[in-house]
């Protein structure tokens, strides 16, 4: 994600189109967290997104994790207006990495819910 979010604003940014963006980090506390996603979401980043997925955010900290978990992310879901799913098994851990296949056609199937986010696992 701080790969990402660092691009802004320059030519080679990523602008992401009708897809779904996934995004996951390493070592970035709550505070740095909040700021990309801030910034993303106010240069407009996810507008044309149809949904957004989280994958790992590896964190030493267990007070770190829960900063991220119970209030970055919360409070970033309730200001989109697609759909956040979080906690996808997907991305950098803790002695393993799995890979999410990228510019893949997919179809993500929701349901019928009053949220517009999810928790996985």
């Known amino acids: 994600m701080a790969v990402l979010q660092s691009g802004l ?10 897809g779904i ?3 996951e980090d390493i070592g970035e506390r709550p505070h740095r967290v909040d700021r990309m996603l801030t910034q993303m979401r106010q ?6 997104c149809r ?4 994958g790992n ?14 209030d970055v992310i919360p409070r970033f879901a309730s200001e989109l207006k697609i759909p956040l799913l979080a906690g996808m098994p997907v991305g950098h851990g803790d ?6 296949p990228l510019n893949t056609p997919c179809r993500l199937r929701l349901g019928e819910t009053q949220s517009w986010w999810w928790r996985v696992g």
């Open 9 to 18: 604003g320059t030519p080679s940014a990523l602008r992401p189109k009708g």
């Open 21 to 23: 963006l996934f995004l």
């Open 43 to 48: 240069a407009g980043w996810f507008e044309h």
């Open 51 to 54: 949904a957004v997925l989280l």
């Open 57 to 70: 955010f590896l964190l030493e900290s267990a007070k770190d994790r829960r900063g991220i978990w119970q």
């Open 95 to 100: 002695g393993w990495q799995r890979t999410l």
